[in-house]
């Protein structure tokens, strides 16, 4: 018996399967499984821990490309958007800085290469130095085509490092290019020089990085950055930090704002506005976007969510600090999400800032 296709029949299966593929759907009709896209993902390059370990600050042990692709795979996750980790690149010399923002950037080009579709890259800049800033800017997005630009909470000269904020008027030519471009900024915390080993034993992650995203948060809203420049979108890691339990504090009174459904609602007659928020607090941190790494509870998803509309939450994976899949199992045992807004939280709501990825 001849166990062979007739070339009609091949052609028939082949167009079939590009049907299917087309449609989003397999043979036996299933809808298929939307991807995972994972905007708050840690690649370090050697050159930067070694940096980091020849200026004395940190002996980071780096985890690879591949390492990191292996546990997205447990994870289920598609894609991971990469950034560097803290605390950063500058240590005074801003030729060293601006040195190693480029092999940062281009160390993740290349993984994005090596490893098509797993990576993408949030280009870091080598603040304090504006105008190489800029140039990177140009560098990472045109040449690198980069998912959006990566900035820490907190910048400045050595010694005071950390003590400036993103949202200070000296970073102006840097948010006039990229509301210019309609980019994304996604911050992550570090230390800041106020405040480190306040309490004994307590680590940075542990309070302070919390504290010092709100206090950027704080710094973008009351300079006026946030609505001078209403074409840059910004991502907050760790959903915002202390700035859900804090809202009060930024808006005003709390009863003036619940609406039907229990969400908060901008523009009542309470809210704290100032020529800075010719639109009111709220209006600004509603239009942000907050990721869901290391908050993966529901006490902390609860008060983001009712703060601002479900399709500002975006998915997030502190790796290599936290376990990939044990994330992902935290956010549905949270309660938080429908299993269908697990999944739009993970792919649409990204999409809908990084559309390339559609």
Known sequence: MQ????????LAGVAALG???LAGTSLL??????RVINVHHHLTSPAYVQFLKDNKVRDFPNKSAAQGIEEMDKAGIDTAVCSIIGPGIHFGNLADTRRMARACNDYAAKLRSDY?????????????????SLKEIEYGLDTLKADGIYLFTNWGEMPLYGDNYIGDPALAPI???????????????????CCR????GVNGPTIEYGTDTTRAIASVLFSGTASKYPDVKFIWSHAGGTMPFLISRFVGGTAAYLEEGGK???GAPAERKRPALPNGPLYELQRMYWDTANAANPISLGALRRMLPFQQILFGSDFPFSNMAEDRKLLTESGTF???ELEQLAYDNVVRILPKYA
């Open 175 to 193: 948010y006039q290019e990229l509301n210019r471009r309609k980019a994304v900024i996604y911050t992550h915390p570090k230390d800041a020089a």
């Open 3 to 10: 166990n062979s296709f007739s070339r009609r029949q091949l």
């Open 197 to 200: 080993e306040i309490v004994p």
């Open 29 to 34: 009709g299933q809808a298929k499984k939307k």
């Open 338 to 340: 429908t299993p269908q």
């Open 116 to 132: 098509p579709g797993r990576f993408g890259i949030f280009t870091v800049l080598p603040l304090p130095d504006i105008d190489g």
């Open 19 to 21: 049907a299917g593929a």
């Open 264 to 266: 908060l609602k901008p």
